[in-house]
């Protein structure tokens, strides 16, 4: 079965600074990966995915993310971050084989400082 | 705004009582998944439905249950409900199943008192 497992519950970052959010996945063939945000009250909105190719995949708001076979990771990063990047961070997994449904992980919680 | 509706967006209920949520896909998406989000369990899959066939399950209860209908749209039901139903309800859609990432609805937050 697949899991994700995100390290981090909490994040605290300056405004400005840079960012990254770690995503370990367990699946015996290669996923699908994907990120997700959720603001406060809201759906969760897709940042980026990946599903074959390149490995550094680019997403929208300035987000990227590398995926790394050898250490099943899929982190997350963002060069400045902004106060309007407070929100919640889903790291989740599908595979065709267990039909495409999401496995997330648990969840970041960035807090942005002025 | 994904494409995704669902109705309604609040919805506080006894226990006991039966629910019904509904879903709209993304114009053109024939896949319907839904999703619970709650504090002790985070987000976890329920159900799929593909062009008006279920396709996959997940952790769903007995009490649970889902249909899409030939418009594509669905309604999950749920039904004897139970103060730890309580949770925000989120449908997804996807063209297809695989190789498809999912766009999300606004959800459904369910109170049940």
């Known amino acids: 079965a697949q899991s994700v497992t995100q390290p981090d519950i909490h994040i605290t970052v300056s405004e400005g600074a840079s960012l990254e959010l770690r995503c370990n996945y367990s699946y015996g063939a290669t996923p699908y990966l994907f990120w997700y945000v959720q603001s406060p009250g809201q759906g969760l909105q897709l940042l980026l995915k990946y599903f074959s190719g390149d490995t550094l995949v680019q997403g929208i708001k300035g987000f990227e993310a590398e995926f790394k076979r050898s250490q099943s990771s899929f982190n997350l990063r963002k060069p400045s971050v902004h106060w309007s990047d407070a929100a919640e961070y889903f790291c989740a997994v599908a595979a065709e084989a267990a039909g495409n449904k999401l496995t997330f992980g648990g969840g970041t919680r960035v807090l942005v400082k002025p | 705004d994904s494409g995704v509706t669902q109705t309604p967006k609040h919805l506080i209920t006894a226990t006991g009582q039966r629910v019904t949520l509904r879903c709209s896909p993304r114009s053109g998406d024939l896949s319907v998944y839904w999703y619970q989000q709650s504090l002790d369990q985070g987000l976890q899959f329920l159900i799929q439905y593909y062009n008006g066939e279920e396709r996959a399950k997940g952790n769903i209860l007995e009490r649970f249950s889902a249909q899409q209908f030939p418009d594509l749209h669905s309604e999950l039901n749920l039904s004897s409900l139970e103060l730890g139903d309580s949770a925000l309800y989120f449908c997804?859609?996807?063209?297809?199943?695989?190789?498809?990432?999912?766009?999300f609805g606004p959800g459904t937050r369910l109170t049940v008192t």
């Open positions: 997804a859609s996807s063209f297809r199943t695989g190789g498809y990432e999912q766009y």
